[in-house]
């Protein structure tokens, strides 16, 4: 059973550009959210979708911003990239977001130069 | 507001023994808790999920228990192996507004 894929695994972009980072969740699972993941905040939740739909959101910028497709697949963007923005963005999916626990996927790796 | 706390920080132990690591939550209306691993620069590894009417679940070595009323999770790991190095964190779903909250983890070194 494949696990949640994440691409790419890396990503080097210039402050000001915009990036879009995809995650492939588990055959079934139809939740999917995304974290931010640096040394100095630790994982902060970015936003949560069930069913093409967006459910939760973390305190970020509108800078990101994601979807999520009928197949369940999802993307993540960032417009207008800072250097703080720089960090390990993580997916992870799930069957039902309460009952069922969250599958990570390996992460992208964004540097903004 | 939803805090979690995990303490100590950073633990190192000689292999061979049995290890408790914590996690503390100030909101206890919570719907689950669950115990990660992650190795560096990867993703995190489930190990262990809690539903709110659960008091422990249990997987090989490792046994996780939730105390709601007083806020606290440990993560016991028996007879601790090198391969058990790495960071540990735990995460709460809240109630209230549905999100769910990381710790800052432990980042735990089992010495050969």
């Known amino acids: 059973k494949a696990g949640v894929t994440q691409t790419p695994r890396y990503l080097i972009k210039t402050r000001g550009q915009q990036v879009t980072l995809s995650c492939s969740p588990i055959?079934?699972?139809?939740?999917v959210s995304w974290y931010q993941q640096t040394p100095g905040q630790g994982l902060q939740f970015l936003f949560e979708?069930?069913?093409?739909?967006?459910?939760n959101k973390g305190n970020f910028p509108g800078r990101f911003s994601g979807r999520q497709f009928s197949n369940s697949r999802s993307e993540m963007n960032v417009s207008t990239l800072e250097l703080g923005d720089s960090a390990l963005y993580l997916c992870?999916?799930?069957?039902?977001?309460?009952?069922?626990?969250?599958?990570f996927g390996s992460g992208t790796r964004l540097t903004v130069v | 507001k939803q805090e979690v706390t995990q303490i100590p920080a950073a633990l190192s132990v000689p292999e061979g023994e049995n290890l408790v690591l914590n996690c503390s939550f100030t909101?206890?209306?919570?719907?689950?808790l669950q115990w990660f691993r992650q190795d560096p620069g990867k993703g995190l590894t489930s190990l262990l999920l809690?539903?709110?009417?659960?008091r422990e679940q249990t997987s090989g070595r490792l046994n996780a228990s939730l105390d709601k009323s007083s806020g606290r999770s440990t993560l016991y790991i028996a007879a601790s192996q090198p391969g058990d190095s790495a960071t540990y964190l735990c995460?709460?779903?809240?109630?209230?507004?549905?999100?769910?909250?990381f710790g800052k983890g432990t980042r735990l070194h089992i010495l050969p």
């Open positions: 992870a999916s799930s069957f039902d977001r309460i009952n069922y626990g969250y599958t």
């Open positions: 055959s079934g699972h139809r939740s």
């Open positions: 979708y069930f069913s093409e739909t967006q459910r």
């Open positions: 909101d206890s209306a919570i719907y689950n």
């Open positions: 809690i539903q709110s009417s659960q």
């Open positions: 995460a709460v779903r809240r109630r209230r507004d549905d999100k769910i909250i």
